[in-house]
């Protein structure tokens, strides 16, 4: 016949309840025992019956086994308190911060204008005075940027007029020297500019007479 698959819970018959813990009692110190020979652990079992009767099991020394338990629980322990401390300053911190955040969130939204429905006549007063504060150390900071702008503005201004004042005396004109051959080019052009000189005067009359004129001058 095949099993049926046990039900984890509370047995209430007492007598099948009874048999059963005989049943699985028998068989948890026979494993016991088997994984202290077939792999050479310490094991250590107690078991309390519902009557209160004790059963155990130790491949060595129940009171050994024992002691060497509570020393190393008690070695955990201390390893883990440290770490348990700093878990509980960490969460402190974090609500802390939590608080301030939330905190700071409301007087920003006071500051720009929202929420100010629950604000009494003492509290919309200081919130007045840090605007005024506020904005009071906004201007200062701009003029002395406007300040600082205006510096770098005539340093640069200083530093363009020097490099100008270099450039001008770099390449000033200087009188350029006349060499024989231009001499000569300006004194022929000069003469040439004499002898083609127009006569201009004005004359009235025919061409004889003004040819006769001419040949008398």
Known sequence: MVRGKTQMRRIENATSRQVTF?????GLLKKAFELSVLCDAEVALIIFSPRGKLHEFASSSMHETIERYRKHTKDVQSNNTPVVQNMQHLEHETATLAKKIELLEVS?????????????ITELQQIEQQLEKSVSTVRARKMQVFKEQIEQLKEKEKNLAADNAMLLAKYEVQPRQESPEDG??????????????????????????????????
């Open 184 to 217: 000569g080019n300006i004194t022929s052009t000069t003469e040439t500019s004499e002898n083609s000189d127009v006569e201009t005067e004005l004359f009235i009359g025919p061409p004889e007479k003004r040819f006769k004129r001419i040949m008398e001058k």
């Open 22 to 26: 005989s049943k699985r009692r028998n």
């Open 108 to 120: 920003k939204r006071k500051l720009l204008g929202e929420g100010l429905g629950s604000c009494s």
